[in-house]
């Protein structure tokens, strides 16, 4: 199906570059990178007023299982509520690890854990507005839509090297971690001490660049172009 097709598209470098390696596949100029697609209605939410440094609220959004390692994040949180108590998590989700995971939270003797089922795309678009950043704590993602979905709301991230978020979070848009809680935590810690100097409408731009329907409809028309004057 590879050698075979005008061309082939990925949601990221890590997308394409994982896929030739374990498939043993040469790079051909009919493989490109195509993100995907943030809703409309993501870049056209408003930005709402930052809430008060003293109150700081997180969320992540994730299903219960292995690969979206909430261990971790949980972990790196009681590291962080050392120094911030009063810090708040919300984790969005549902899956086998879910009882789990709040049992590891009561050892962790962790405050302010708000857990809630999984949410609709309207909903995710309220959490993401009601919280001064996210989270993604993966070990491995081809892309990370959520990630994307709270830079388009001018939310900036903090998120585990997982692959994919190489190609979205950007310094001016967040922070990427190594893959233990203690970087994760200083992540975290890095993120609230430099929270001012991130801008809401600069984050928001910065995805609108890369991931706005307008800009992949443009991208995807002339990939069609291409594979189709191949024909003549």
Known sequence: AYEHCHKVL?????????TLQNL??????AFKVLPNVVDTAFFSSSILSRAKATSWKFLMIGNFIPRKNHALLLEAFAFVQKQYPSVGLTIAGHGPLMVELQALSSS???KNITWLPGLSRIEVRKEIAAHHAIFSTSTI???GLTVAEAQAMGKPVVVTDSGGVRDIVTQETGVVTEGSSESFAKGILQLI????TYDQETIRQSAKRRFSSEVIMEQLHEIYDQALSSFH
């Open 10 to 18: 990925f949601v990221s470098q890590f997308a394409l570059e994982r």
């Open 24 to 29: 043993s596949l040469e790079v051909r100029d």
């Open 108 to 110: 962790l003797q962790l």
């Open 141 to 143: 993602e081809t892309f």
């Open 193 to 196: 001490q430099s929270y001012d």
